[in-house]
């Protein structure tokens, strides 16, 4: 089985999923998050101090965050297709104020709806040390 690996067509469709849900986190679009998950109790989150099973969970921890404190630089971005109905997107960022290097993965499903988010995972490294000289 031959599987192309970022057709320009997948990965564009992806990236601008992508570029929606970065947009609808920092400016805490719930509905878009929600909407950019898949509504499924096999979905999953591993963030920074919790783990969500389900669609459900998810958007219960949605609708408690916190909206401020949101914004974020994203470097080292990295979407990957493969064939025409899955992909993957893995993160750095830094949150503003803050020198911790966070790293998000997620998993993207091609379903009946659109692009959806099935499987994502968020880490942060602590602040790198600051050595006397």
Excluded: C
């Excluded at 591993?46 to 998810?58: H, M, P, Q, R, S």
Aim: proline share 4%; no cysteine.
């Amino acid at each position: 089985m031959t599987m192309e690996i970022n057709a320009p067509a997948v990965l564009a469709e992806v990236t601008a999923a992508f570029a929606r849900y970065e947009d609808a986190l920092v400016h805490n679009k719930v509905e878009v998050l929600d909407e950019l998950f898949w509504d499924s109790p096999l979905t999953l989150r591993y963030g920074v101090t919790e783990n969500l099973y389900g669609a459900a969970e998810i958007q219960a921890f949605r609708a408690g965050r916190p909206s401020a404190g949101l914004m974020r630089e994203l470097t080292r971005t990295v979407i990957t297709t493969y064939g025409t109905d899955y992909a993957t997107a893995n993160t750095e960022f830094r949150r503003v104020g803050s020198e911790a290097i966070g790293r998000q993965s997620q998993t993207w499903l091609r379903t009946p709806a659109g692009w959806r988010v099935v499987a994502a995972h968020v880490s942060l490294l602590a602040a790198p040390a600051v050595s006397a000289r």
